[in-house]
Nanobody
Framework: QVQLVESGGGLVQPGGSLGLSCASS???????LGWYRQPPGKQGELFAR???????TYADFVKGRFTISVDSANNTVDLQMYNLLHEDTAVYYC??????????WGQGTQVTVSS
């Protein structure tokens, strides 16, 4: 069974930085890996994705502040977040999609940006 397990998250002050990590023993099975988030009271939104050989795309609202990367040695897809804003407060989920367009999700981790 494919599992994605997130770690990281927590409380951070505005302007601060935080890293999230998503581990899977079958990371190479996925054609694309990404991070979604669901702010309180809002719909989920995809904001960072890495496809195939390493093409990365970001939503405009995180471009220049967030970085997605794959650590093949540790089988993780990581998200480094800088200059966090109040509106970045959300539950963050990692996602893996395979060649059969099957989606797998992590359990979610809370990120709260507050002073």
């Amino acid at each position: 069974q494919v599992q994605l397990v997130e770690s990281g998250g927590g409380l951070v002050q505005p302007g601060g930085s935080l890293g999230l990590s998503c581990a899977s023993s079958k990371l190479t099975n996925f054609d694309s890996l990404g991070w979604y988030r669901q702010p309180p009271g809002k719909q989920g939104e995809l904001f960072a994705r890495i496809v195939g050989a390493g093409t990365k795309t970001y939503a405009d609202f995180v471009k220049g502040r967030f970085t997605i990367s794959v650590d093949s040695a540790n089988n993780t897809v990581d998200l480094q977040m800088y200059n966090l804003l109040h509106e970045d407060t959300a539950v963050y989920y990692c996602n893996g999609s395979n060649a059969f367009r099957e989606d797998y999700w992590g359990q979610g981790t809370q990120v709260t940006v507050s002073s």
